[in-house]
């Protein structure tokens, strides 16, 4: 007869050897990319569109990359390191071609790629709320070959961050859409891109104001509501994403998995 304590002992020894090897065998779990990014005094045109300043006073590039560092700190207080974890195109007004944001992704074989944008536009009164955008799978060509992509993933993966912008802030479901954007047609991850609200000034809920007034400033929210629908989509993989499931967990996540193990292989070998 086998007990209970050593069926415990072997699967809290199997469950801590296993965990070092499931991190070590894959790429990050996510590529954040916030959009844009340039920074070129003698010639600004070159940096378009990211650094037109609107109304508000607002650079496109500028929300984007704060948006990314707030999500950055939402995944740091989840557990998720960056480098390890969680990967970014950049973290500073850096300029990368949008090839070059999907060839990083894919270099690190990373699970799933996040654009991080914001919408604007001169028909002040017409467009209005959030919106997520997936790969059409349409053939195109990418440095190094077409690349397809799991559409049903990547939509659904659009679905849930949109949704959960809507519900976040309580701006119009402007839905998720497909399009053929390199930096998404390009990655062989699943991806989406998001346009979390319009930054230009003159709307009747002003989603501008989100970002321009300290008292209502929404940055840390659009991160979590980015960092909720990603998440809901990961855990709604099941079985497959076993690794984003274990990798993550604490010292006493891992024991409590080993004692609920332990005592199922401990009645399997009770006499």
Same mark, same amino acid.
């Given at each position: 007869?086998?007990?209970?304590?050593?069926?415990?002992?072997?699967?809290?020894?199997?469950?801590?050897?296993?965990?070092?090897?499931i991190h070590a065998q894959f790429g990050p779990d996510l590529c954040i990319d916030p959009g844009h990014g340039c920074s070129n005094p003698l010639n600004p045109d070159s940096c378009k569109p990211g650094n037109l300043t609107y109304i508000s006073g607002f650079q496109e590039k500028d929300i984007n990359l704060n948006v990314a560092l707030a999500l950055k700190d939402t995944l740091e207080q989840?557990?998720?390191?960056?480098?390890?974890?969680?990967?970014y195109t950049r973290l500073s007004d850096l300029h990368m071609e949008l090839q070059e944001r999907a060839d990083f992704a894919n270099s690190l074989e990373a699970d799933a790629f996040i654009s991080i944008h914001h919408n604007a536009s001169t028909t002040l009164t017409t467009?209005?709320?959030?919106e997520t955008w997936y790969s059409n799978n349409a053939t195109v060509t990418c440095v190094g070959?077409?690349?397809?992509?799991?559409?049903?993933a990547s939509d659904t993966l659009a679905r849930k961050v949109v949704s959960r912008l809507v519900k976040e802030f309580g701006y119009r479901n402007r839905g998720h859409k497909e399009a053929d954007f390199e930096v998404l047609k390009c990655s062989k991850m699943v991806s989406t891109l998001t346009e979390a609200s319009f930054i230009n000034d003159g709307? %009747?809920? /002003?989603?501008?104001?989100?970002?321009? $007034?300290?008292? =209502?400033?929404?940055?840390e929210e659009e991160a979590k509501a980015i960092y909720d629908g990603w998440r809901s989509h990961?855990?709604?993989?099941? %079985?497959? /994403?076993?690794?984003?499931?274990?990798? $993550?967990?604490? =010292?006493n996540d891992i024991l409590q998995v080993a004692v609920t193990l332990g005592d199922q292989f401990g009645d399997d070998y009770d006499s």
């Open positions: 007869m086998r007990s209970k304590y050593s069926s415990l002992s072997f699967v809290v020894f199997t469950v801590l050897s296993v965990v070092p090897t989840h557990g998720f390191s960056t480098g390890m974890h969680i990967v467009y209005q709320g959030s070959g077409y690349y397809g992509q799991d559409r049903s709307f %009747f809920d /002003n989603e501008a104001d989100l970002f321009h $007034n300290p008292l =209502l400033d929404h940055t990961v855990t709604g993989q099941g %079985f497959g /994403n076993i690794r984003y499931e274990y990798q $993550n967990m604490g =010292l």
